[in-house]
């Protein structure tokens, strides 16, 4: 199993930057995938961004590509999402997840498909 804590959210003005990090803990970090999903009140889990093992393949969601950059620090431990030209549509809670799947996977699998979770940080995006 592993542990995700998130850390980074707040209070930003449109057009802003924010990063998010992700600290993992637990066994076999090296063998997980790691991604950011989304969520606002009365809607489904939104894919953001993903992340190989290695660190070397990214993938985003449409809405965020250009816009936000996931990188992954191998022997920190950390994966971080730095969110750049932010809009108000941005405001959701981000949560942080890991799994054995190829990264690639994450954008077509839901809450249930993803084996660890973090609690998630509030992004408000607002004037």
């Known amino acids: 199993q592993v542990q995700l804590d998130e850390s980074g959210g707040g209070l930003v003005q449109p057009g802003g930057s924010l990063r998010l990090s992700c600290l993992t803990s637990g066994r076999d970090l090296r063998a997980h995938s790691m991604g950011w999903f989304r969520q606002t009140p009365g809607t489904e889990l939104e894919f953001v961004a993903s992340i190989t093992w290695a660190g070397t393949t990214t993938y985003y969601g449409d809405s965020v590509k250009g816009r936000f950059t996931i990188s992954r620090d191998v022997a920190a431990n950390t994966v971080v999402l730095e969110m750049s030209s932010l809009k108000p549509e941005d405001t959701a809670v981000y949560y942080c997840?890991?799994?054995?799947?190829?990264?690639?996977?994450?954008?077509?699998?839901?809450?249930?498909?993803?084996?660890?979770w973090g609690r998630g940080t509030q992004v408000t995006v607002s004037s």
């Open positions: 997840a890991a799994d054995r799947r190829h990264a690639i996977q994450f954008s077509t699998t839901g809450r249930e498909g993803i084996a660890s």
